[in-house]
């Protein structure tokens, strides 16, 4: 794994580059990270990692709070000047078709945990070494974690050369089609959600 490339990425957010991670520079989708342009990496600085969700983050589709969560986390990084790590395992690390085969089983009553041990997975498969690895690249040593997920304040709890001084909530809300699935992560996953 290594930086790839880099290039100006002026959103509606704010001023940000984005920089590309991958094992070689013929990788067509590779790990990304958004990084405000005026970031300070001497001081602790909000970090998501946002792991890909298609469904929610380019369609909205409302079976998730994926993309109203990464709009947010977006908003907050340009206010604090921080960064998104936009990580690529959709669907818990799953994969695109798996996950969709999941929204399937999820339509015949399965919760999302349920559906993807239905398939043979772990609950969430995902794995932090890459966003560790972007993170020291960036010279980000002190992180404001902006997550409710237990398991990714423990995936970074141990490393040596990064240090979470704070837990950020991240909560865009509940609505009719996304309660069953907050109400999992809360309940089954350990999210911390209100």
């Not at 001081?43 to 947010?72: A, M, N, W, Y």
């Not at 837990?167 to 999992?184: A, D, S, W």
Request: proline fraction near 5%; aromatic fraction near 6%.
């Amino acid at each position: 794994m290594k930086r790839q490339v880099e290039a100006k990425l002026p959103i509606p957010e704010g001023p940000f580059r984005i920089v590309a991670f991958a094992q070689d520079d013929q990788e067509t989708m590779p790990d990304l990270a958004i990084v405000h342009e005026d970031v300070d990496v001497s001081k602790p600085v909000l970090v998501r990692l946002h792991s890909e969700c298609l469904t929610g983050d380019i369609f909205g589709s409302r079976r998730c709070d994926c993309g109203p969560q990464l709009d947010r986390a977006l908003e907050m990084v340009a206010e604090e000047k921080g960064v998104v790590l936009y990580l690529r395992q959709e669907g818990r690390g799953i994969g695109l078709l798996n996950k969709l085969k999941a929204y399937n089983l999820q339509t015949q009553g399965m919760d999302t945990l349920d559906a993807n041990l239905h398939l043979g997975f772990e609950g969430d498969q995902r794995q932090y070494d890459t966003a560790i690895f972007m993170l020291k690249d960036l010279g980000i040593q002190k992180i404001r974690l902006l997550t409710n997920n237990p398991l990714k304040v423990e995936a970074l709890a141990g490393e040596k050369l990064i240090e979470i001084v704070e837990r950020v909530p991240l909560f865009t809300g509940y609505h009719k089609q996304n309660k069953t699935y907050l109400e999992t992560k809360k309940k089954r996953m350990g999210h911390l959600l209100p």
